[in-house]
Every structure is written in structure tokens, then in C-alpha cells.
């Protein structure tokens, strides 16, 4: 019982946070920043900060994850990291030569007072930035927001390089938010066999899920390049997945470009799919091939053969809040009871859209933005369920509470495997059932006395 001390009485707490459901702002940004082709993500802080971020990305995605740091030490924690900044740039053309630097700040840069933006303006004013090359910035202090809020404010920095020629391109913005290289993958899988042109921002596939070929490469082939970026400002419209992740950056091309935008949910799960395909189909005035039909059916033939099992099982999740949002409907779709659903990222937006999802459910649903795993931990201790889905942090509670688990979300440290596999669109939704059946079942024959244990399920 590694969480021994966790009481089932729960006290209303407003000031402690106990084993986050999130983590720091930055990571998000260097996520987000290596979705683009030739870039060199920058932490603006000190290298504990870096050194962090760059490892808890390593051991999800399993991959080498490079990125600059501005190195602070007292001196610059006191007076600022400009020089250190200005160092850098410098620094990093002269010897990685990247395309794009994507700095970010730290919980240190951002109480300091360190205006990236402004560092930019005066590298650019004194020549350090050399020509064809290009550096944004988000600001991404810790001690407010998320993981998510990070990633969403890199994505919309990126925003910045997108330009208006006048010519449309004939192309589709796709911002797919925090979701895994194989996602990215499927999600233009599905765009090309609609038969629609699209930009996909950012992209990591290629970068964090790529080959081992015997050779290393600083800069990865995959990555949404910067002739991609510039022409997003061209697009036909913008299709942003997640309102927390991707919804920024729409509205930014939207606002700046006159880019129409659709925010939609993260294609997770058969209606979520829907949307998004059907958007896809709209937008660019195509119809859906027959193929899609085909994977869209395959996906409902799935859900009514395992729908015996899936009744009525009570499930925990906690993620982040698109990726919830969609599963939270995807598993009341299927007919199964989420119960106890949790967010460390903050938004009471977020809390009133499971609640609308959930509203038929003939029982009330706890749920809560910027809430932790102490707390999932004592409403599964008070009402036990039949399924808990999360990051591996979950597997704590699953332990304890001798509940089956599906690893699902970020991070996942302990598995290997999962950023090749898509859990989005028709697809993923057949993954995603397949893993949620066989822990289920694991535990149905785990439990079963000799007499009633059987070899056909
Ligand atoms: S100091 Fe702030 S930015 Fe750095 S690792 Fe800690 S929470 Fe993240």
C-alpha cells in the first residue's frame, strides 16, 4: 500500500495541492516546439529547469529531446537573463545552426521580469539573428496553468511567423493539440484519404516516434516546416482540436489573418470522429470516401460485440482536459459510467462541459479542473470502480485499490510503444476499446473460481 496515508475522508482544501495532475508550463512549449521542422527549443532559465523538461519528455516519447538553455546563474537571477539570452542565440545559429528557435520562460525568467519578445527585437536590431532565420517566444511561467497552457501558448506563438500573401492556398489548418506522433500521423492519414490539402501544426511525427536508421540527425526529417507556418495565414479555414490546446492559435489566424476557425473536440472516439470528419468534409466542400465509411464501421461492429462488457462498468479518469472531454463522451457513448473525473489543469469551463456530456446519466459525477491524484484517490476509495484511466502516476491507486488500469495520456513512463500507436479517429477508437476490453477481461479471469473459468469469453 504505497498510498497508505491517503484517508477516505475527504476535507475541503483550497491552498495544497497533493501529487499534482499536471506538470510545468515549459514542457508543453518544448512539445509544441519540436512539432516544427528544423527547430531548437530554448529554455530561458536556469538549466535545472531545462535539464527537467527535456528528460520528462524523454522518458515518455522514449527519443533524444535537444534544446538550448539560457544557463542562469545568480548573477542573471538577479539582474536579468538578457545577456544570457543574447549569448545564446548567438550561440545556438554559430554551432547547432536550427532554422527556428522556440523560447520559452521558466518560473525564474518570468518573476525576474524577462521579455522574450522584446530580446528578439533587440537581437533582430543588432543583426544577431541571421537572415532565413527565425526565433518566436512564448512565456510560460510555471506557477500558473499547466503542461496544456504551455503547449497552447507555443502553438500560438507560432501563429506570429503566418503571413497573407492574398492567394489562397487551398489548404486546411489542422491544430492537433497535445496528442501523441502517431496521432499527427492518423490525423493526416484521414485528411488525405478525404482529399483535402492540409497544414498540420505542430507536427511531431517524424521527430518523436522516428526510425532508428544508424544515424544520427539533430534536427529529425518530421516537423511542420516554416514555409508551412507562413502559408497557414492563406489557409481556407482552421480546424483547432481542443479548446485548451489548439483553440488559441485558431483564433489568433482567425483574428490576425481572417482565417475562419472551428473549434472542435479531439477526434477521440466514434462522434468526436465524426465531427471532425465532418468538418474536414464541409470546409473543403469534399464528400467521404468509401474507405472512411469502411474504418468508421468497423469501429461501431466493434462497439456492439464488446458492449456486454462495457455496460454499466464504473470508470476514474484523469488527463488533460481535451483529451478527457472526449474520452468522457466516447465512454458514455459505449455505455460505460465515468464516476470520477479529474483535470490538474485549471478552467471551470471545463467542469461544465462534463457536466453537459453527463447530464442523462441517471447519477451524479464528480469531477473537477485543477484538481489532483489525492483527491481521485479518495472518491475512488468512497465509490470504487470497475476501470481507471490515466498517466502512469494512476498506477499508485491502481495498486491500492486493486483496480484495472489502462495507461492512457501523458506521461506514460513506464511502457514503451504508445507514441506509434493512434488512440484518434476510427482507429484509435478500435485500440482504445481492444486495450479496455483486455484489462477488464484480465481481471474477469483473474477473479474467476475454477468452476466458472472459461476459455471463451
Ligand atoms: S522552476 Fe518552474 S519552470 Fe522550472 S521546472 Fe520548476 S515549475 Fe518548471
Redesign the pocket.
Known amino acids: 500500500m504505497l498510498l497508505r496515508h491517503t484517508p477516505k475522508e475527504i476535507s475541503e482544501r483550497s491552498a495544497l495541492t497533493i501529487n499534482p495532475a499536471k506538470?510545468?508550463?515549459?514542457?508543453g512549449a518544448m512539445y509544441a516546439a519540436l512539432g516544427i521542422h528544423g527547430c531548437l527549443p530554448h529554455s530561458h532559465?536556469?538549466q535545472?529547469?531545462c535539464a527537467?523538461?527535456r528528460s520528462t519528455l524523454t522518458r515518455h516519447y522514449k527519443e533524444p529531446v535537444s534544446a538550448g538553455t539560457s544557463s542562469f546563474t545568480e548573477g542573471a537571477s538577479v539582474f536579468g537573463g538578457q545577456a544570457n539570452m543574447m549569448q545564446a542565440i548567438n550561440n545556438i545559429f554559430t554551432v547547432y545552426n536550427p532554422v527556428i528557435i522556440a523560447a520559452h520562460t521558466?518560473?525564474?525568467s518570468e518573476t525576474i521580469g524577462d521579455d522574450l519578445k522584446q530580446i528578439r527585437k533587440k537581437a533582430m536590431d543588432e543583426g544577431k539573428l541571421p537572415e532565413g532565420k527565425y526565433m518566436i517566444s512564448a512565456a510560460?511561467?510555471?506557477?500558473v496553468g499547466s503542461h496544456v497552457t504551455g503547449f497552447s501558448s507555443m502553438v500560438k506563438a507560432m501563429t506570429d511567423l503566418a503571413e497573407k500573401t492574398g492567394k489562397k492556398n487551398g489548404k486546411v489548418n489542422i491544430i492537433p493539440g497535445w496528442v501523441e506522433p502517431a496521432d499527427m500521423e492518423e490525423i493526416k492519414r484521414l485528411t488525405k484519404m478525404i482529399g483535402v490539402g492540409s497544414i498540420l501544426f505542430p507536427d511531431t511525427s517524424g521527430v518523436l516516434n522516428g526510425p532508428l536508421s544508424g544515424e544520427y540527425k539533430m534536427f529529425p526529417d518530421g516537423g511542420t516546416t516554416v514555409a508551412e507556418l507562413k502559408s497557414t495565414g492563406d489557409s481556407i479555414a482552421t480546424l483547432a482540436l481542443g479548446e485548451w490546446c489548439s483553440a488559441d492559435a485558431a483564433r489568433a489566424l482567425d483574428k490576425t489573418h481572417k482565417v475562419p476557425c472551428q473549434v472542435l473536440d479531439m477526434p477521440f472516439g466514434l462522434k468526436a470522429t465524426d465531427r471532425f470528419i465532418d468538418a474536414l468534409r464541409t470546409v473543403a466542400g469534399v464528400s467521404v470516401p468509401d474507405e472512411i465509411a469502411l474504418e468508421r464501421g468497423q469501429l461501431v461492429d466493434l462497439i456492439s460485440d464488446m458492449h456486454q462488457y462495457f455496460y454499466q462498468k464504473k470508470v476514474a479518469l484523469v488527463g488533460d482536459p481535451d483529451q478527457v472531454i472526449a474520452m468522457t463522451e466516447f465512454l458514455v457513448s459505449i455505455d460505460m459510467c465515468p464516476k470520477h473525473i479529474i483535470t490538474g489543469t485549471p478552467g471551470k469551463k471545463f467542469e461544465k462541459r462534463i457536466k453537459e456530456i453527463t447530464a442523462d446519466l441517471p447519477y451524479e459525477v464528480n469531477v473537477k479542473a485543477k484538481g489532483d491524484m489525492f483527491l481521485l484517490h479518495q472518491w475512488i476509495k468512497n465509490e470504487p470502480v470497475d476501470l481507471l484511466l490515466g498517466n502512469s502516476y494512476c498506477k499508485y491507486i491502481a495498486r491500492d485499490e486493486d483496480v484495472p488500469f489502462v495507461r492512457w495520456g501523458f506521461p506514460i513512463l513506464d511502457r514503451q510503444g504508445h507514441q506509434y500507436f493512434p488512440t484518434v479517429g476510427y482507429k484509435g477508437g478500435l485500440r482504445l476499446l481492444e486495450k479496455i476490453l483486455g484489462v477488464l477481461l484480465d481481471r474477469k479471469d483473474r477473479d474467476s473460481p475454477e468452476e466458472s473459468f472459461e476459455l471463451v469469453l
Open positions: 506538470t510545468c508550463q515549459p514542457i532559465g536556469s535545472g529547469c527537467y523538461h521558466t518560473c525564474l510560460t511561467p510555471s506557477y
